[in-house]
């Protein structure tokens, strides 16, 4: 949802930010997941060429790819 990539490495990624209630050995709650594809989650998660705000912008944009691609296809429901 980061990139637009659909293969085999996408995954849940949680949320590094901490008000989302990560912590060492903590992953974040489930529904504070971005769809992401290894290059993307790699790069999120390590940042060597991203600063924090852009990595937390990143998750963010793709976290409300993911919630959204989710409703509009039947996966959640309000």
Do not use: P
């Amino acid at each position: 949802m980061s990139c637009g990539v659909s293969d085999d490495t996408i995954v849940a990624a949680h949320s590094n930010q901490l008000r989302d209630g990560k912590g060492r050995g903590v992953k974040a709650h489930d529904y504070r997941i971005a769809y992401l594809c290894y290059t993307c989650h790699t790069a999120i998660d390590q940042g060597k060429d991203l600063n924090k705000q852009d990595r937390v912008d990143l998750w963010e944009t793709a976290h409300r790819k993911t919630i959204g691609w989710l409703f509009e296809n039947g996966k959640l429901k309000a």
